[in-house]
């Protein structure tokens, strides 16, 4: 089909009627010209294809899919194949279901654990979630279907979410609450991009020129179509106007009528309705072109595929002993209602009708000499006691007990935030009870978001298993009996309590307003900077073998912040097992003029090495690995100076560190007027010396004893220099009584504001 042949035989209702939905999933049809209607279906982490009836909460009946783990936990993996490969298996299915996109990533930044969809995102780090999400739409999109990365922008929380204003600086947007979209955008071409339910700054998502042309089209070079997230579209005609080409689900044809009348009216630039009209068409014919209807859609192979993706996931936060993997032959008591009945995914748009359901004790079954007890029931907070009793019985006559724990379905969920980070008290009893009768006590995970855990030192292991996906307990199994060696690393901070969350006295707003005080100082880069402890750090997880660091090789000790910089480091397996560590490389600038993170995150690899086995790892880092967003430019900007490059295990636990010295090469705008101060003008030589005349006066006039009193107070030079440091120019007429003029001043200001030679940049 020649879309704009078929646009341009359109009457104005046609193409008005193509900017939303025929019903909840489709895009419309024209017949009589031969376009045809598209399916789109949620994701992110499997299909929820309804036929019939259909909602956005999840609550309806959809199709049988395989639900693959949750984002929370593919983030955990930091491993990019493998977000490609969960993306292809996704990218099948969508082929056989005749999906031309499904709904996902999700990317939005984990502001707060209490956001009651952080299962479904990926990170608290932009670069992480960056790069996940550009991984999985590459894998998808491969599969010749499209995806549709959301929820664009600022969608971080699930309180008022329709309504609520996220009110963000420029510079936190564009460093911690846009790059995940940018890098997926740049590296992977998304077909289509949500726009979120709230407000930014005062301007719905979905009516924001700014947001959806100049950054996403403008900037960014995005070419598909922008849809709405379900219901979000306040004034339809603005939204066409700022680039929102497809408002989802149907309303009915009101809103099309809307925008036909805007066009008679000379409201609405016809050619805007042409544009989204194209953009849709080309991303269905790109479906269209290449569907493949007859692709196999293997449930079972992708079951075993959930599951090893699952255990590729999973973090080890604690071992003492090594008491884990757990030997076969030992007496294990299995424990808690989440063993035969895991949490695996969580609730809203994402819930998966999933096709089978494997919990870890159908593994531990198999085994000899294991026990079961239910501990708790899944529905009710409250302590059982006849439960509580007969846990510890199993407990107390095994070698090792394996409590299976962590937040019920009514804890979290689209639609809701958590109140608290604590698990339901019958479950945190349970653990207390069992590690007093069984000193090898280990608790397996299933969470969407970080939990308090005040037991922790009553416990010897904890394996974090987050929502796994339908598969999560053989995967668990395969992980606690060392079939697997565990690899993930926590994509989020584990705060000790939620009171030490950046977010803390503000999360949620004031209703309407939600204000960003936090600024860019979201999760480590808060915790890092405060130093508070924390209970497990940003990119920690263990393993069942040890790796070792060492000849951390810069490719320079200087470049140019044009240039890059190519980092080395040797990692290697020092263990006795086979096992896979993530290398994590993070930046620190050390001095700014700006007040910036301690750290961040810049590059990761995942790395598998025998045991004994030594790799080399690189990275190549250019101008955004060092630059902050600078306001006054409205761009990004690298400050002359040195910066830390640090290898490390966790935000927490830097093991080599070497630094370079970046150049800046751009002149920030940076006028001497007579509000300059000393300390900002001495810095340069040659504004120094333009200013020793005034100084000198200055000091000598200071010098001169008052007429009627001894000097009493003997000032050196560089006392006297360290107190005007922060004088304004202006400020020396007062202070020389007026030896030093405004004549003379102003004639210093010129001189400075005349030197040719660009500035550093600091
Ligand atoms: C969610 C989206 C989802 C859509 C369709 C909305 O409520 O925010 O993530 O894709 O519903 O189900």
């Known amino acids: 089909m020649d879309v704009q042949k078929a646009i341009s035989e359109m009457t104005l209702e046609e193409k008005a009627s193509l900017l939303s939905g025929s019903d909840f999933w489709h895009t419309k049809s024209v017949e009589r010209l031969g376009v045809e209607s598209c399916m789109v279906s949620d994701g992110p982490h499997g299909l929820r294809k309804q036929n019939q009836k259909a909602d956005h909460l999840g609550i309806r009946e959809s199709i049988k899919a395989v639900c693959f783990p949750t984002g929370c936990a593919t983030a ?3 491993d990019r194949e493998l977000l490609k490969t969960l993306g292809e298996a996704i990218g099948d299915s969508c082929q056989h279901e005749k999906l031309s996109v499904v709904l996902g ?3 939005n930044i984990k502001r707060s654990p209490l956001c009651g969809r952080n299962f479904e995102y990926f990170s608290e780090d932009p670069y992480l979630a960056g790069e996940a999400a550009a991984n999985f739409i590459q894998g998808v999109q491969s599969r010749g279907v499209g995806t549709s990365i959301k929820h664009f922008a600022c969608n971080n929380q699930e309180y008022r979410r329709l309504s609520s204003n996220s009110v963000v600086d420029e510079r936190t947007l564009r460093e911690i609450y846009l790059p995940a979209f940018e890098t997926a955008v740049k590296q992977a071409k998304p077909w289509t991009v949500m726009c979120s339910y709230n407000l930014i700054n005062g301007t719905y998502a979905c009516e924001n020129r700014w947001l959806l042309t100049d950054v996403l089209r403008l900037e960014w070079g995005f070419d598909g179509y922008v849809m709405s997230d379900w219901g979000a579209v306040d004034d339809r ?5 700022a680039g929102l080409d497809l408002e989802m689900p149907s309303a009915g044809g009101e809103t099309d009528r809307l925008v036909v009348q805007a066009v008679r009216e000379g409201r609405l630039d016809e050619r805007l309705v042409d544009l989204s009209c194209e953009r849709i068409l080309n991303v269905n014919q790109r479906y269209q072109n290449n569907a493949r209807p007859d692709t196999l859609w293997d449930k079972q192979a992708q079951h075993e595929l959930a599951r090893r993706i699952a255990a590729e996931c999973m973090v080890l936060l604690k071992n003492d002993g090594g008491l884990l993997p757990l030997k076969v032959g030992r007496r294990i008591a299995v424990i808690g209602a989440f063993a035969k009945k895991p949490r695996f995914q969580g609730g809203g748009s994402s819930h998966i009708n999933a096709d089978q359901v494997t919990g870890a004790w159908e593994e531990f079954s198999k085994l000899a ?3 079961y007890s239910e501990g708790y029931t899944i529905d009710s907070d409250e302590p059982n006691e006849l439960l509580l009793a007969e846990a510890e019985v199993t407990a107390g006559a095994a070698e090792i007990a394996v409590i299976f724990a962590g937040l019920p379905d009514r804890y979290e969920s689209e639609g809701y935030d958590r109140k608290h980070m604590r698990m339901p008290a019958c479950q945190e009893r349970l653990i207390r009870r069992v590690a007093a009768v069984n000193p090898n006590t280990v608790v397996v995970l299933h969470n969407g978001a ?4 005040p037991w922790i030192d009553d416990v010897t292991a904890v394996l974090e298993a987050y929502l796994g996906g339908q598969a999560v307990g053989g995967a668990t199994a395969d992980v606690l009996l060392g079939r697997v060696n565990p690899s993930g690393r926590l994509a989020e901070t584990f705060p000790l309590r939620l009171e030490d969350t950046a977010t803390f006295p503000w999360y949620g707003g004031e209703k309407v307003n939600v204000e960003y005080r936090e600024g860019v100082f979201v999760g480590y880069r808060y915790y890092d900077a405060k130093r508070t402890p924390v209970l497990f750090p940003f990119g920690f997880g263990l393993s069942y073998t040890d790796f070792q660091y060492a000849h951390l090789i810069l490719s320079a000790s200087e470049i140019a912040d ?32 700006v007040v910036r993170p301690v750290r961040e995150l810049k590059g990761f690899a995942k790395v598998a090495l025998e045991s004994g086995e030594t790799k080399t790892v690189s990275f190549t880092l250019g101008n955004r690995a060092f630059a902050y967003w600078n306001e006054k430019l409205h761009d990004w900007h690298v400050e002359t100076g040195a910066f830390g490059i640090q290898i490390g295990k966790s935000s927490r636990d830097i093991v080599l560190e070497e630094d370079v010295n970046v150049l800046s090469t751009v002149s920030l705008p940076n006028r001497v007027t007579l509000n300059s101060i000393f300390e900002d003008l001495l810095a340069d030589p040659e504004k120094a010396e333009i200013l020793r005349p005034i100084l000198d006066l200055y000091q000598s006039n200071m010098r001169r004893p008052a007429p009627d009193k001894e000097d009493s107070v003997s000032i050196t030079d560089d006392m006297m220099r360290a107190m005007i440091a922060y004088t304004p120019l202006r400020s020396m007429m007062n202070f020389t009584k007026g030896q030093i003029t405004y004549r003379q001043l102003v004639e210093a200001v010129e001189k400075m504001n005349h030197i ?7």
């Open 562 to 593: 044009t240039g890059t910089l190519t980092v080395s480091v040797e990692v290697t397996n020092v263990g006795k097992r086979a096992g896979k560590e993530v290398v994590q490389l993070y930046v620190a600038d050390r001095e700014s003029t």
């Open 756 to 762: 040719e030679k660009p500035e550093s940049g600091r």
């Open 76 to 78: 955990s993996s930091f």
């Open 369 to 371: 000499d294991v026990s």
């Open 450 to 453: 970080p939990i308090e855990m």
């Open 105 to 107: 990533p999700a990317v």
């Open 237 to 241: 005609v603005a939204s066409v106007e």
